[in-house]
């Protein structure tokens, strides 16, 4: 399983200069994630390929702070995670947050920039928010859609949309082909397999 491969782009969705808007709870928590990333790349004590293993684990520790990878686990999997046993759910969510955090720390590290950021609508219904941006580039305009959840009392990322593309939808997509084709074991397996590489990589 390509995991890095399944984030298509995500690395556009943390380049920003900050807009002035009328925004509630979940755009300011999407507004102080890329204000925190831009802190840690901007630094200027953390220059150099010296410090990129303390920039990636401190981009890395501010993903972990908001994202919502339990449920992000669960969806990704959909119908299947009701077959799983406890111990499976555990291990595939530990797993699926290990990989997540070196995809998504690799994207940040490898492509940020300072693209300006329009925080254009937010919704939120029942503990559910949706908070829609655009990006203007130099030769493009990227709208990128945070999907967040209010999860005891603070609102967490559960997905981000690109152009239409959806991360979250990707994962499923890519589950369910390795499972039909194959087996859950056989995806839990490609998985460890990946994490182990991880590990091993410097």
């Not at 254009?120 to 859609?145: I, Q, Y």
Request: charged share 35%; aromatic share 8%.
């Amino acid at each position: 399983m390509k995991t890095k491969h399944l984030l298509p782009a995500t690395c556009l969705i943390l380049s920003f200069l900050v807009h002035p808007a009328l925004a509630g709870e979940p755009t300011e928590r999407v507004r102080a994630l890329l204000n925190e990333v831009i802190s840690v790349q901007s630094d200027p004590r953390l220059q150099g390929d010296e410090f990129k293993e303390k920039r990636r684990a401190a981009v890395k520790n501010i993903i972990g702070r908001n994202f919502d990878f339990d449920r992000m686990a669960e969806r990704s999997l959909s119908e299947h995670w009701k077959t799983l046993s406890n111990e499976e759910r555990s291990e595939f969510k530990g797993i699926f947050r290990d990989l997540f955090q070196d995809s998504y720390s690799f994207m940040v590290l490898e492509n940020l920039g300072r693209e300006k950021i329009l925080y254009k609508d937010e919704e939120v219904k029942e503990g559910a928010a949706s908070v829609k941006t655009s990006m203007l580039r130099r030769n493009a305009t990227l709208s990128v859609d945070y999907e967040l959840a209010n999860m005891k009392g603070a609102w967490l990322i559960q997905d981000v949309t690109i152009d239409g593309v959806s991360i979250l939808k990707n994962y499923q997509e890519s589950f369910a082909s390795v499972i039909r084709r194959d087996s859950y074991e056989k995806l839990i397996e490609k998985m460890r397999a990946k994490k182990r590489e991880v590990e091993k990589s410097p």
